[in-house]
């Protein structure tokens, strides 16, 4: 199984980027688990950026309350991909982003949370500096 993560780079504020996770050996399409983004930024912890997953009830996702309407989670089945769209960018953005797969249902940890997950890409830096 692997994750593999790329799109990241150095860009000025205010600027796009688009980072990609391919899965191979792993079906990012599986119902009711979890697949998304986090990050490390220098001298902090790791934390949840966006997050999805389906359920009986549709579709759950779940942003950071610093990205929300600038960043966008979605994916490609097709191509076994995730994408996170990162708009606005802001210096404090400035980090590793990893991306991430659950592959043994946790349903009782929350998107965000790092336990949930099992599969890890290697990360991909971003940078946003003028």
């Known amino acids: 199984v692997q994750l593999q993560a790329s799109g990241g780079g150095l860009v000025q504020p205010g600027g796009s980027l688009r980072l990609s996770c391919e899965a191979s050996?792993?079906?990012?399409?599986?119902?009711?688990?979890?697949i998304g983004w986090f990050r490390k930024a220098p001298g902090k912890e790791r934390e949840g950026v966006s997050c999805m997953s389906s359920s009986v009830t549709g579709d759950r996702t779940y942003y950071g309350d610093s990205v929300k309407g600038r960043f966008t989670i979605s994916r490609d089945n097709a191509k076994n991909t995730l994408y996170l769209q990162m708009d606005s960018l802001k210096p404090e953005d400035t980090a590793i982003y990893y991306c991430?797969?659950?592959?043994?249902?946790?349903?009782?940890?929350?998107?965000?949370?790092?336990?949930?997950?099992?599969?890890w890409g290697q990360g991909t830096l971003v940078t946003v500096s003028s």
């Open positions: 991430a797969a659950e592959s043994v249902g946790r349903s009782w940890l929350p998107l965000w949370q790092e336990l949930k997950y099992d599969y």
């Open positions: 050996g792993f079906t990012l399409d599986l119902k009711y688990y979890a």
